[in-house]
């Protein structure tokens, strides 16, 4: 039998003014897959995630999140924009983590995992603390349980971004270049973060990154994005060691010339 | 020109009872002004244009009308539609929806200060939209507006004797009827006006220490 895709993009186009940010874009990705989003910047990548966590919305097209309407509901076979409270009802399956953490500061850092489990009616506050602990504890973060996020470092205060994401306990989980803001020693703790997660769940995760390295090893698939369409789609392996389109080949090149990793 | 020290002392107790209604008055309003500017700079946020295109005409025509005129009509002119307010009520109302005019632009400052980052997170948690101005937008943009609110509460002390004009016995109204009856100004006037200034200072003093420190707050 096969599942129902978790996530179904269906020719999904958006633009701001004249530009064209994507483009009757049709993808599908299944449950517990690792997707990673590559591509120049300017190619539409971050918006496929800001338009699935509902940041931003779309101009045409559907998205099926479990083949159900993210930014539309069926009612009575009339097709609607989705309601405040259908968008809520999406929003608690996706969680996401920034390029710039956007940790709440005048919380603790136990605070800012477990607000939302407690404001959302998910949890009580003493489960919301247990779930909170348990989750830093997994980031390796339990010592900074009560410190403010203005007290730690780039990569701590990721990796409780990370934490606070998954403490609603989302089924897809949404990574916006959460490396590109780290000084480069801080950036193998939070990928480590992620690979755990990999490991030891089977939560579906797409990650927009510039880190090559760990696209190659992470993913499952790689997806090579440039003006708001899909130029090439496969495992890592076919599309780093064996491009098939001028532009990946030009892209990959670049990125090697740069001095990035991959 | 001559200080006569035995009026100054005769007429202490009932420039006192003034000095009470001002401070009654400045406390009122001012808490009017904080909440009601609050409610307006969130109502011209909403999307919806029912709610924020009123709470826009508002702000634009309170401020485009001096306090004054104000303070008549709710004291002079609603009566004739039915509402009777007692004098400092109107005057308490008009102080506070003046300066809550002007407030709503401080908290409009403050919020838009807010990186975007905060309302996408809130989002991406999964708040709803009271959760996220209740326990993010609000907590961390009201620190940051505090010496400017409080700037503008120790304006609205000093425009309090404009009360006097709707029959208010503030202590500018006092002062007024004491010189009038005994043709004698200097005292009463110099009292009111070392008075104002006994708060205004402390006040400005207290005020750069609001500055320094709520300036330092950092993320």
Known sequence: ?262 | MEWDWAFAFEILPTLGKGIVVTIQATLAGSVLAMVVGLGLAIARRVKNRWIAMPASFFVSFVRGTPLLVQLYFLFYILPDIGILLSPLTAGIVGLGLHYATYTAEVYRAGIDNLPRGQWEAAKAVNLSTRATWQHIIIPQAIPPMIPALANYLVAMFKETPLLAAITVLELMNQARSIANYHYKYVEPMTMVGVFFLLVSIPSVIFLRYLERRFSTVSQ
């Open chain 1, 1 to 262: 039998m096969v599942r129902t895709p978790i996530i179904r993009f269906d020719k999904v186009s958006k633009s701001y003014g004249d530009l064209d940010v994507l483009q009757q874009l049709s993808f599908d990705v299944s449950h517990g897959e690792k997707l990673a989003l590559i591509g120049p910047s300017g190619s539409g990548k971050t918006t496929i995630l800001r338009i699935l966590m509902t940041l931003e919305s779309l101009d045409s097209g559907s998205i099926f999140i479990e083949g159900e309407g993210l930014w539309h509901e069926e009612n009575n076979g009339q097709r609607q924009v989705a309601s405040d409270a259908h968008l809520r009802h999406m929003r608690s399956k996706i969680g996401m983590v920034f390029q710039l953490f956007n940790l709440f500061p005048h919380k603790t850092v136990l605070e800012n995992v477990t607000l939302a489990p407690v404001l959302t009616g998910a949890m009580n506050a003493s489960e919301a603390r247990v779930k909170g602990l348990e989750l830093l504890d997994m980031v390796g973060l339990s010592d900074k349980a009560e410190q403010k996020p203005a007290q730690l470092s780039g990569g701590q205060k990721q990796r409780t971004a990370i934490a606070r994401a998954l403490a609603l306990q989302p089924r897809i989980m949404l990574f916006d270049e959460v490396t590109s803001a780290l000084d480069p020693e801080l950036v193998e703790e939070v990928l480590n973060v992620m690979r755990k997660l990999g490991e030891e769940t089977d939560m579906t995760m797409l990650l927009v990154t510039h880190e090559m390295s760990f696209a190659r090893d992470f993913a499952d698939r790689v997806m090579f994005f440039d003006s708001g369409k899909i130029v090439e789609s496969g495992t890592p392996d076919t599309l780093f060691s064996n491009p098939q389109h001028e532009r990946t080949q030009m892209f990959l090149k670049k990125v090697i010339a740069a001095g990035l990793r991959v």
